[in-house]
């Protein structure tokens, strides 16, 4: 079965600008959460939906927000780009409800110059 | 930070030997799980134990859970080569999906 997608692979943005990223998890999977990793600060938990709720959300400003659809569907924006909000953004899926093992994307990696 | 610790950041070992990472979480955890990732790509999930869990196996892999002293252990068996990767811990503390990820460490494994 298709795994985690996660588009694009690459961006390049300026500062200022405003970038959308998208994940489709694996089909059936309702929990859709998504990650920062920096060298400096490693992996960081942005926030996670289930069934189109918000659930949890970690500490990055309000400049990160996120939705997921009806069909599971999820993007994450952030505004006002910043130099530092280069890094790798990774999306990860779960059947379950609770606590089980996550299915990751292969991430989109941006750039903000 | 909320970011949990392994030891040690790096690991090179000949092929065919064991590798064994450590790492250490802060609080009362639902479970916790060890993923393995190449070259800066998305994240392999290799193995999950449950707080009420001591020890867990899948194939060669070996993790293993001490509640008491905050504290986990992976062990990779018999190495290869194509182990070459960074391995992460991450604890989940409750049911809403959230990871908190260690800073992984790097092994290599030569041939």
């Known amino acids: 079965k298709a795994g985690v997608t996660q588009t694009p692979r690459y961006l390049i943005k300026t500062r200022g600008q405003q970038v959308t990223l998208s994940c489709s998890p694996i089909s059936g999977h309702r929990s859709v959460s998504w990650y920062q990793q920096t060298p400096g600060q490693g992996l960081q938990f942005l926030f996670e939906?289930?069934?189109?709720?918000?659930?949890n959300k970690g500490n990055f400003p309000g400049r990160f927000s996120g939705r997921q659809f009806s069909n599971s569907r999820s993007e994450m924006n952030v505004s006002t780009l910043e130099l530092g909000d280069s890094a790798l953004y990774l999306c990860a899926s779960s059947f379950l409800n609770a606590g089980g093992g996550y299915t990751f994307g292969s991430g989109t990696r941006l750039t903000v110059v | 930070s909320q970011q949990g610790e392994e030891d040690p950041q790096a690991l090179s070992i000949q092929e065919g030997e064991n590798a064994t990472m450590n790492c250490s979480y802060k609080?009362?955890?639902?479970?916790l799980q060890w993923y393995r990732q190449n070259s800066g790509r998305g994240l392999v999930h290799l193995i999950l134990?449950?707080?009420?869990?001591r020890e867990k196996h899948s194939g060669r892999l070996r993790v293993t859970l001490d509640t008491s002293k905050k504290s986990s252990s992976l062990l990779i068996t018999a190495s290869r080569a194509a182990d070459t990767a960074s391995y992460f811990c991450a604890s989940c503390y409750n049911q809403g999906g959230k990871l908190i990820f260690g800073q992984g460490t790097e092994l290599s494994v030569k041939p």
């Open positions: 939906y289930f069934s189109e709720t918000q659930r």
């Open positions: 134990i449950r707080s009420n869990e």
């Open positions: 609080t009362s955890i639902n479970n």
